[in-house]
């Protein structure tokens, strides 16, 4: 693989509240590589937002604190970064796609005024110049007539044209590396594919690494080189994504794709992850997966949780039983 673009190390994140202190992130790693897509997989509440919103360096501080771990991005750690040089990376080489467009959208200006305003920012540039940019990059991101649209306020957009938008600002100063935090939420099947189609496009011309949060099994199939599970702020299983769908090493990563419907599934109800993630505040002695897992023994009950260890090329697991899961057709 080429040079990293980004490398996340032990990333460690805490919530300090007046019920106490909420682990979110609890030892993370991940890299990025030009033109690779990286998908960041995990139920509601498994860390996957807060572990982009440290990257991008816009944790609420406080409550928000890294507490460990590295972020070094074309080999310049992060974390610790004064704010004022922090505001010149984003965008510039790194930026951030939203869930929700219509709030990460400024409601009372123009969209083409907010796509312009990152070349006055970060290039310097003329009014003229930065508005013919802003129509140039709408251009390449697929809204029609940008030119007339230039002026058009976000909720004049449909949902998948403020997305689209979203999307023209954040590629405009071309980073190296894109996150797109569930980026098709609340669009219909065909603009979600779209959308997908478009971030695919867009890193085959410029060779950006790419970062997909997403909740959607059959988009990281389609999309992802690589894929990082998450569960209770840790990384479980991470590794290419063919070795991960044909031999999955950890029973959360088995729950999640047995439970994605096919044309195979049998009649009836499909296998569900029994139980509900463990609350951040306390999290259970050992594996913080043994409450709901099938296979769970005395080992991962107790003690410290299991590390990260490689099971295949690339292939790395935080189970004590990776090697019986890699073996078993149906843990169920």
């Known amino acids: 693989m080429a040079t990293e673009l980004l490398r996340v190390e032990d990333l460690q994140v805490e919530f300090v509240t007046r019920d106490g202190v909420a682990r979110a992130v609890n030892s993370v790693s991940f890299s990025v590589a030009p033109g690779e897509t990286v998908a960041v997989l995990g139920e509601s509440g498994s860390g996957k937002s807060v572990t982009a919103q440290a990257i991008m360096g816009i944790l609420d501080t406080p409550p928000a604190r890294i507490a460990g771990g590295s972020i070094q991005l074309l080999g310049r750690e992060l974390v610790g970064l004064p704010e004022d040089q922090y505001r010149t990376i984003r965008g510039e080489q790194i930026a951030m796609i939203f869930q929700d467009a219509l709030s990460a ?43 007339s649209r230039y002026d058009s306020y976000p909720h004049e957009f449909s949902g998948g044209m403020r997305q689209r938008a979203m999307i023209a600002m954040m590629i405009a100063l071309k980073p190296q590396v894109l996150i797109a935090d569930e980026p098709t939420t609340a669009l219909d099947v065909t603009i979600q594919a779209q959308i997908i189609e478009l971030l ?75 139980g509900l993630p463990p609350s951040l505040f306390a999290l259970p002695e050992g594996c913080a997966f043994h409450p709901r897992c099938p296979i769970s023994q005395d080992q991962c009950r107790q003690g410290a949780a299991p590390d990260l260890v490689e099971v295949a090329d690339r292939h790395r697991s935080r189970c004590w039983y990776a090697e019986e899961v890699m073996c078993s057709d149906n843990l169920r």
Do not use: C, W
């Open 105 to 147: 959208l400024n409601p009372v200006t123009a969209v083409g005024k907010q796509i312009a305003e990152m070349f006055r920012i970060h290039r310097d540039a003329s009014k003229k110049d930065a508005k013919d940019h802003a129509i140039q990059v709408m251009t390449q991101v697929g809204i029609p007539a940008a030119a």
């Open 200 to 274: 695919q496009q867009l890193q085959s011309e410029t060779d950006m690494g790419l970062i997909l949060i997403t909740h959607d099994l059959g988009v990281v199939a389609e999309v992802a080189d690589h894929i990082t599970v998450m569960y209770a702020g840790r990384t479980m299983e991470e590794g290419p994504v063919d070795e991960i769908y044909r031999s999955t090493a950890h029973p959360y990563t088995r729950g999640l794709l047995q439970s994605i419907p096919t044309i195979h599934s049998a009649e009836g109800r499909l296998p569900a992850i029994p």
